[in-house]
């Protein structure tokens, strides 16, 4: 079944420690995501890619960063620049440009603070 | 700039009773709207989408929403509510001007459902 992965589910970082997370469709979408989801809040946009090797970023880029080296791949790093990593992190992605498409989620990766 | 707000930010019903979740939109533009429901710990799942066709949208599990221009409005209803369909709902539109069609979310609507 076609689908987006993302591992791991949890996730735990030390101080200072930079972490990485994944995510893989198999949708052959163009267009990619991820979201930031903290509790009693909606998603907020951290970075999207329209198409290999060109990512833009969203509204919370902050200490965070993203690579897009192949279509069906764009892993998240949570650098220690970002003082509040503690959320649920979803990735997501969508057919084709426009404001159309939905977009379709992975089933997130938790990230907590040792 | 666009907007979205769920004006109930939980809603408790019984089995087998109405479900209705209320969303307005703020958008300059024609905008696209959808609901997505989100199970604890997993993704969002497209409910139904709206995108300038019919006003009655029809969506999986028996949800729909009515796209009423005038009341800037998107609510979603379900004639009868199931035990399974207790989760968080969230209200989205999409930004017409944005090359990538930009998504606004809602605060979130818990639902919960009683026996």
């Known amino acids: 079944d076609g689908g987006i992965t993302q591992s791991p589910k949890y996730l735990f970082r030390k101080e200072g420690q930079n972490v990485t997370l994944s995510c893989e469709q198999n949708?052959?979408?163009?267009?990619m995501y991820w979201y930031r989801q903290d509790p009693g809040q909606g998603l907020r946009l951290i970075y999207y890619?329209?198409?290999?090797?060109?990512?833009q970023k969203g509204d919370i880029a902050e200490g965070y960063s993203v690579s897009r080296e192949k279509k069906e791949s764009f892993p998240l790093t949570v650098t220690s620049a970002q003082k509040n990593p503690t959320a649920f992190y979803l990735c997501?992605?969508?057919?084709?440009?426009?404001?159309?498409?939905?977009?379709?989620f992975g089933d997130g990766t938790r990230l907590s603070i040792l | 700039a666009q907007s979205v707000t769920q004006l109930d930010s939980h809603v408790s019903v019984s089995e087998g009773t109405p479900v209705l979740l209320r969303c307005n939109y703020s958008?300059?533009?024609?905008?696209?709207l959808f609901w997505y429901v989100q199970h604890p710990n997993k993704g969002l799942q497209l409910l139904l989408k709206?995108?300038?066709?019919?006003?009655l949208v029809k969506g999986i599990n028996g949800f729909e929403a009515e796209f009423k221009k005038s009341e800037t409005s998107f609510h979603l209803t379900k004639p009868s509510a199931h035990m399974s369909d207790a989760a968080e709902y969230f209200c989205?539109?999409?930004?017409?001007?944005?090359?990538?069609?930009?998504?606004?979310f809602g605060q979130g609507t818990i639902l919960t459902v009683h026996p």
């Open positions: 997501a992605s969508s057919e084709r440009q426009g404001r159309v498409q939905p977009q379709h």
């Open positions: 949708l052959n979408h163009d267009a």
């Open positions: 890619s329209q198409i290999v090797n060109d990512f």
């Open positions: 958008s300059s533009y024609s905008p696209s």
């Open positions: 709206y995108t300038s066709a019919a006003t």
């Open positions: 989205v539109v999409s930004d017409p001007l944005t090359s990538y069609g930009k998504l606004t």
